[in-house]
């Protein structure tokens, strides 16, 4: 077995073995914006630590910021797809103008969902989300959903008591809009290990998860995505307070799979985060490792041209996406 020196996540070691700069692709087609970090729920593995307490003032995307990003990716045609995260992306106000105007322009939207704010009532606000479905049916919105597993205590473990149940209600309501039927409304789960050890390959997965979900709910979906859960943040604070941390590190580092570095999402989109400031991934945001040399700019002080090629930030945390068949925003890699 080999050896694997610590300490671990000293963010040397990745760019060793890596043995050269990480530059992202000549040309990005995507931008991925977190609109917000306020969540209904504050899962075990959520690598930005939404909660329902990420209140403050720079939790949220304001809406001038918002206007600014729409005006930026309405001036730049390279950029094909704008990928919605968060927290629950729907519960920034802002966010139904942006999909409106964005969609309008004929890109492609992308709304990671957590399925339970369908079945969601704000108790501070009053905000009713049931609006969800329709909405994003209307603006042919591509929807990624939450689904850690198919079966409910799994779920409840990671995402908190009830969950499995309101994720199921949630996806049922997309279903019922025409979503993963009607081949022009997208619907992809997305799955994320319980414990501390790889996904297991996305096709049998897959094939599990449409036989149990249609026979058990008559719940359909378009593909599985399979996505590690990063070391850091709160999955890392949990491995370190069970004594796991080091384990899971090796168990990363010694399925490194250098086929899996031309797919990496960081290659060929970039993260902002609420305040428009510029990451190569959303695992980076949630570090707060600055896109190299944008320390003091924002989205709109580039050009798409310019953020292409670009010299990406990596750290130990980056093997993450290249262990076994690879992880990224869209799933398995190889």
């Known amino acids: 077995m080999s050896t694997i020196e610590l300490p671990i996540l000293n963010g040397t070691r990745f ?72 927290g629950s992306p729907e519960m920034n106000p802002a966010f139904r103008w942006m999909v409106e105007t964005i969609a309008r322009s004929g890109r492609r939207v992308m709304n990671r969902c957590n399925p339970t ?24 919105v591509e929807v990624v959903a939450s689904m850690p597993c198919y079966l409910e205590d799994n779920v409840d473990r990671q ?8 994720s199921i209600e949630g996806l049922l309501k997309l279903v019922d809009v025409g979503y993963g039927r009607d081949p022009a409304l997208r619907l992809n789960l997305v799955y994320n290990p319980v414990g501390p050890h790889l996904p297991p390959p996305q096709a049998g997965l897959e094939t599990d998860y449409k036989r149990e979900l249609q026979e058990r709910f008559g719940l359909v979906f378009n593909e599985l995505w399979t996505i590690t859960n990063m070391p850091i943040k709160r999955w890392r604070n949990e491995l370190e307070r069970a004594g796991k941390l080091e384990s899971y590190m090796r168990t ?24 428009g400031r510029l990451y190569d991934c959303d695992f980076n945001q949630a570090l707060a490792m600055r896109t190299p040399g944008s320390e003091d700019r924002f989205l709109w002080d580039y050009t798409a041209a310019e953020l292409s090629d670009r010299v990406i930030a990596t750290d130990d945390h980056c093997y993450g996406c290249t262990a076994g068949a690879g992880s990224s925003c869209g799933g398995a890699l190889a």
Do not use: K
Not at 117 to 140: C, K, N, Q, S
Not at 160 to 166: M, S, T
């Open 252 to 275: 990363l580092i010694e399925a490194f799979n250098e086929s899996t570095i031309d797919g990496l999402m960081c290659r060929h989109q970039i993260s902002i985060d609420p305040a």
């Open 117 to 140: 704010i369908i079945e969601h009532v704000d108790r501070a606000t009053g905000v009713d989300y049931a609006w969800v479905p329709a909405f994003l049916a209307e603006h042919r």
């Open 15 to 86: 760019r060793t073995q890596f043995a050269t700069e990480l530059r992202a692709a000549p040309r990005i087609s995507t931008l991925q914006v977190n609109i917000g970090y306020v969540c209904n729920l504050a899962c075990r593995h959520c690598h930005v630590e939404s909660s329902p307490a990420r209140t403050g003032p720079e939790d949220n995307m304001d809406e001038p910021t918002v206007r600014r990003v729409v005006e930026w990716v309405l001036a730049h045609p390279e950029i094909e797809m704008v990928d919605l995260t968060g």
């Open 159 to 166: 995402r908190g008591r009830g969950a499995f149940g309101a």
